[in-house]
């Protein structure tokens, strides 16, 4: 049934009924609506309480301890983490072409910026370890973070050439089919990324200096997942 403006109306009884949060993949941005309401609409706000409880893990630990050189690893890399959550949210309810657009170019900032911080994290921890290479990779979490490095910024090559130099795909429509391929790796990045994380509190450094509990990061990574993953709408997959 539709309104006098032609707006489908919705059945009153079925809107007693709504979820809080909304629906699974039914946050969309409205016409004129600000980016910045992307990053905290629907099941978002779960995401953003998630991702800063999990900063501050790290933060408070790293500043409750005498600070060392090494100390800006983790800073660096929890910092970032928290960019590319915001890169995702940011992007996922635009729905007009416009939208999408300046979506996309807010999710490649807080992306880059991300990026940068990783890499700024890993030749802190490249220079750590200088004076005893035989250390390097050698953790399960150093393992799995040699792993993430690659695949982030595989991923961040990847869809920056999709969005900025289509002409490498064959031109515009080529590129944006390829961006499902894009969205699927990100999201799987994120969980993975989380992961990597979690496996940072089994570490020596961890253990003996920070004393960041398994449960906490587990707890906060869930509040992220339960932010992001149900606001992803699957007729951008194709499906």
Known sequence: MASATGVPEQNPALQEEEPLLGRPGDVTQRPGQGLQFNLVTGTAILAQAGIWI???????????????????????????TLLFVQGTLVLQPTASQKDKMRGSYAHSVFNTLGVAGLIAGLVIIEMNKASHPETRFTSIHGKMGLVAYIYIFIQWLFGFAQFYTP?????VDNAK???????????????????????????AFNKNALHIKLWAVIVASILVLAGVL??????KFGL
């Open 54 to 80: 999990l900063a501050a893990l790290v933060w408070a630990a790293i500043f409750q301890n005498d600070f060392i050189f090494f100390s800006y690893h983790p800073l660096l890399n929890s910092a970032a």
């Open 167 to 171: 002409q490498l795909f064959g031109g």
């Open 177 to 203: 089919a390829m961006y499902k391929y894009h969205r699927i790796a990100g999201y799987i990045l994120q969980v993975y990324m989380l992961a990597v994380i979690a496996a940072a509190t089994q570490t």
């Open 230 to 235: 149900p606001r992803i709408k699957k007729h």
